[in-house]
T-cell receptor, first 114, second 114 residues
Framework: ETGVTQSPTHLIKTRGQQVTLRCSSQ?????VSWYQQALGQGPQFIFQ???????GRGNFPPRFSGLQFPNYSSELNVNALELDDSALYLC?????????????FGSGTRLTVV | KNQVEQSPQSLIILEGKNCTLQ??????????LRWYKQDTGRGPVSLTI???SENTKSNGRYTATLDADTKQSSLHITASQLSDSASYIC?????????????WGAGTKLIIKP
């Protein structure tokens, strides 16, 4: 059974650019959620995808968007990058019927915006 | 407002000593509470998951307690090791708009010194 994998592990982008982060959910998990974690702070919920549709969103602007694919993998896209977008981006997946119980996290993508 | 507060913010102890981390929450309705260990720059790893009917749960040298009446939880670490140095995050799963959502504490940064 594979866990949650995220790519890339590290990324450096310039302010104003666009970035795509990828997440492969754990085998058997159909719900994926994304979090932003600034240095020294707890993760902030960005959004969640279930059956290829967004079914929950935190307080993030529309330039943060996502996708979920039929194989339940997911992408997080951020447009018009700002310096404050520099953070660790975490992806978590959870199994059918146990969205409240079985969150497994990936190791994250460290995004630096310069 | 749904909140999770942790204390202390940081803690330094000597290797081999015990310590207890605290978590108070105001999340309602409540599904379950979990403690995560997060190494710097890595994704969180689940230590314990507790529903409102569970008072104590252990995972090796980690023991979590939950008092659902007072909405308090603690994580006790026995015989600390250098590898225990990490951030410990309390997460409460609440129900909002018919969706489960993770409410994160800011974490306690634990440093174990030899």
């Amino acid at each position: 059974e594979t866990g949650v994998t995220q790519s890339p592990t590290h990324l450096i982008k310039t302010r104003g650019q666009q970035v795509t982060l990828r997440c492969s959910s754990q085998s058997g998990h159909n719900t994926v959620s994304w979090y932003q974690q600034a240095l020294g702070q707890g993760p902030q919920f960005i959004f969640q995808y279930y059956r290829e549709e967004e079914n929950g969103r935190g307080n993030f602007p529309p330039r943060f968007s996502g996708l979920q694919f039929p194989n339940y993998s997911s992408e997080l896209n951020v447009n018009a990058l700002e310096l404050d977008d520099s953070a660790l981006y975490l992806c978590a997946s959870s199994p059918p019927g146990r969205q409240n119980y079985g969150y497994t996290f990936g190791s994250g993508t460290r995004l630096t915006v310069v | 407002k749904n909140q999770v507060e942790q204390s202390p913010q940081s803690l330094i102890i000597l290797e081999g000593k015990n310590c207890t981390l605290q978590c108070n929450y105001t999340v309602s309705p409540f599904s379950n509470l979990r403690w995560y260990k997060q190494d710097t720059g890595r994704g969180p790893v689940s230590l314990t998951i507790m529903t409102f009917s569970e008072n104590t749960k252990s995972n090796g040298r980690y023991t979590a307690t939950l008092d659902a009446d007072t909405k308090q939880s603690s994580l006790h670490i026995t015989a600390s090791q250098l590898s225990d140095s990490a951030s410990y995050i309390c997460v409460v799963i609440g129900v909002m708009d018919s969706n489960y959502q993770l409410i994160w504490g800011a974490g306690t940064k634990l440093i174990i010194k030899p």
